[in-house]
């Protein structure tokens, strides 16, 4: 089995820094690539916050450009999340994606967390 889990989050003012966590384990037999970060606010769609696309670049959406920074660690099993200028806007429940295959298969899979929230608020 394989698991997903966010940390990190919290209570925040606006314009504080708060950083991310996400770690993924188990029995794992690989990671792909493509991996990221999501969002989704009470009443909305979940959205993408920034991910690491399959050519290794990094892609950010629009809300967050120049303030938010995604990193992962060599092995791509720990993931972060530095969220800077926080706006009561990234108020969300922030989830993290990996496509990891299991022991024992060679197609991977979507696998998400249970997500941790961020609240900002004055």
């Known amino acids: 089995q394989v698991q997903v889990a966010e940390s990190g989050g919290g209570l925040v003012h606006p314009g504080e820094s708060l950083r991310l966590s996400c770690i993924a384990s188990?029995?794992?037999?690989?990671?792909?690539?493509?991996q990221g970060w999501y969002r989704q606010a009470p009443g909305k769609e979940r959205e993408l916050v920034a991910r690491f696309e399959n050519t290794g670049d990094t892609k950010y959406g629009d809300s967050v450009k120049g303030r938010f920074a995604i990193s992962r660690d060599n092995n791509k099993r720990i993931m972060n999340l530095q969220m800077n200028s926080l706006k009561p806007e990234d108020t969300a429940v922030y989830y993290c994606?990996?496509?990891?295959?299991?022991?024992?298969?060679?197609?991977?899979?979507?696998?998400w967390g249970r997500g941790t929230q961020v609240a900002v608020s004055s």
């Open positions: 188990g029995n794992i037999f690989s990671v792909n690539t493509v």
């Open positions: 994606n990996f496509r990891i295959a299991e022991g024992g298969r060679g197609l991977p899979r979507g696998v």
